[in-house]
């Protein structure tokens, strides 16, 4: 039996109903940008693996260092324990983070990096003696699977079950250049109505419903706002950090800057799961106290891996260097390009980029996971490409190293894929 046929005894995927999608494709090797499957089939990972290995699979830069670490310290509890990959990444991720952002705590995936900001943002209310249990989030927002996270997104496809268990969220759409009046007005009476404590908010672009972008003058003003009734703002930049939008952060176009960011995804460029939620200096003040109860009790048993920190430091190395850097400028490039060539492609209604960030909407009505979804995938997929479209959107997000003849090659795949649409 081959590795898709065994897969199938034992095991359960995410977001998967086996029984409308029995097959899988088994990955045997990935080194750069190209994954392979265990008959050989090539494929150009167009999505960086969900913009996790954005300096490609199997960096050697990254991988000889986690190597090197692992000979020295694998684990050790982080709690009343430190160690030396914690601190130095602590120093570098500072330097680069908005200039607000003062301490850094850890956990191991982007949705528990949300569910910690969360709160923060609910406890830093209680702390200072004022009980707040709204949040406000975005339609179409998208943070992750568990509890709080599920309900600040706005995306519940399938959340149905769950709804009942929810937190207390307030939506308000995305700020378009147009709707800023209409925006402050909701906020107006959300702030009213509700004793609101967080704000929590892809900025920029919102990767889950489809890479929609939005404007970065509205969201500043919807921050401001946040800032004068002492809203705790919390940037989910899981998709987001890390270079994608063309700066480190997209938090970084905003000139008010959020009082927690959540990171994950590309942190730790694809080798280690790791997260991270980042306050300014007057949130972890109030938490800071005399008091046992005042701390924040919210720990993973990974909480600062020694392993995954390397890794993470290795690949904010690997971005602040002029190869990457040079390399996030021609991705940009092509994709203003190639977004200028298929925008007037009758089967394209729309195209957007920041950064890396490439997508096009096409001029069809699709369901988000329904047939004509599956034969896109398939037909990227048959000749060598993985892309996942959303819906009826088409993205890339491409490792940073990818070559201009692998981008090339990924360009000409969704222009061959209008004619079956
Ligand atoms: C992927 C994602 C998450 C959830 O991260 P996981 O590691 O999958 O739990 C949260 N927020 C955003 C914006 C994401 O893209």
């Known amino acids: 039996m081959n590795l898709k046929q065994r897969d199938k005894k034992y095991l359960w995927h995410p977001l998967t109903q086996h029984k409308l999608h029995p097959e899988t494709i088994a990955i045997t090797k990935a080194k750069g940008c190209v994954l392979t499957d265990e008959d050989g089939n090539e494929y150009i990972d167009a999505i960086a693996s969900w913009y996790t290995c954005m300096y490609g699979h199997c960096n050697a830069y990254i991988t000889h260092r986690v190597s090197d670490q692992m ?13 030396e990959p914690a601190i130095k990444l602590s120093e570098a991720l500072i330097k680069i983070l908005p200039e607000n ?32 249990n709204a949040l406000i989030a975005f339609e179409d927002g998208f943070h992750g699977d568990t509890f709080g996270a599920m309900s600040v997104s706005g995306l519940s496809i399938y959340n149905g079950p769950f709804e009942d268990f929810f937190l207390d969220v307030k939506r308000i759409p995305v700020p378009n250049g147009k709707n800023q009046d209409a925006i402050l007005k909701i906020l107006k009476e959300i702030v009213l109505n509700n004793k609101v404590a967080g704000f929590v908010y892809e900025p920029l672009v919102q990767g889950a419903a489809a890479m929609k972008m939005h404007d970065a003058e509205g969201l500043n003003e919807i921050l ?48 280690l799961p790791m997260a991270l939620t980042t306050c300014s200096q007057h949130i972890y003040d109030a938490f800071y ?38 390399q996030i400028q021609t991705i940009s490039a092509s994709h203003v390009v ?8 009758p089967k394209v209604k729309s195209t957007r980029q920041l950064g890396v ?6 001029n069809i009505e699709m369901e988000r996971y329904g047939n004509l979804r599956d034969k896109l995938f398939k037909f990227f997929m048959d000749h060598g490409v993985f892309l996942r479209p959303l819906g ?27 004619e079956i649409v």
Do not use: W
Not at 71 to 83: A, P, R, Y
Not at 305 to 320: F, G, K, Y
Not at 357 to 362: C, K, P, T, Y
């Open 71 to 83: 000979q020295k310290l694998d684990q050790v509890v982080f709690s009343g324990f430190t160690h």
């Open 101 to 132: 952002q003062n301490k850094i705590f850890f956990s191991d995936n982007g949705s528990t990096a949300v569910e910690i900001g969360i709160k923060m943002a609910l406890q830093y209310h209680f702390n200072t003696g004022e009980k707040r």
């Open 224 to 271: 401001k706002f946040c800032k004068k009734h002492n809203i705790v703002t919390v940037a989910d930049e899981v998709m987001t950090g890390f270079g994608k939008t063309g700066k480190h952060f997209a938090s970084l176009y905003m000139e008010t800057k959020p009082d927690i960011m959540c990171l994950s995804k590309a942190l730790t460029g694809g080798l």
């Open 289 to 326: 106290s005399d008091e046992m109860s005042k701390g924040l009790f919210h720990g993973h048993t990974y909480s600062a891996n020694p392993l995954a920190c390397t890794a993470a430091l290795a690949s904010i190395e690997l971005l602040q260097s002029d190869d990457i850097q040079k």
């Open 338 to 345: 190639f977004g200028n060539r298929i925008k007037s492609h």
């Open 357 to 362: 960030i490439f997508a096009l909407d096409l």
């Open 392 to 418: 009826s959107t088409i993205y890339i997000q491409a490792p940073y190293v990818i070559t201009q003849k692998q981008l090339e090659k990924i360009y000409q795949v969704i222009e061959d894929a209008l």
